[in-house]
């Protein structure tokens, strides 16, 4: 596997797991757990945003020929 499938997999259940921590701050009324499920999606949101980043900058490292 490619580390751009592992990366899109990757991203696909941190993104499943948002939609189930979603759901559950739906039914929830618990003032904790509101703040837990809150909590980890934003920790998920931010490990996104860094592989997203990290991503971006080598796609770009690669296609900027190196100085000589």
């Known amino acids: 596997m490619s580390q751009r499938e592992s990366n899109l ?35 998920d949101l931010e490990s996104c945003r860094r592989l997203l980043s990290e991503t971006s900058r080598r796609r770009r490292d690669w296609a900027t020929p190196a100085a000589v």
């Open 9 to 43: 997999l990757w991203l696909k259940d941190i993104l499943e797991h948002m939609m189930h921590c979603q759901e559950q701050l739906e039914w929830t009324e618990d003032e904790e757990t509101v703040q837990v499920l809150t909590e980890t999606m934003l920790r």
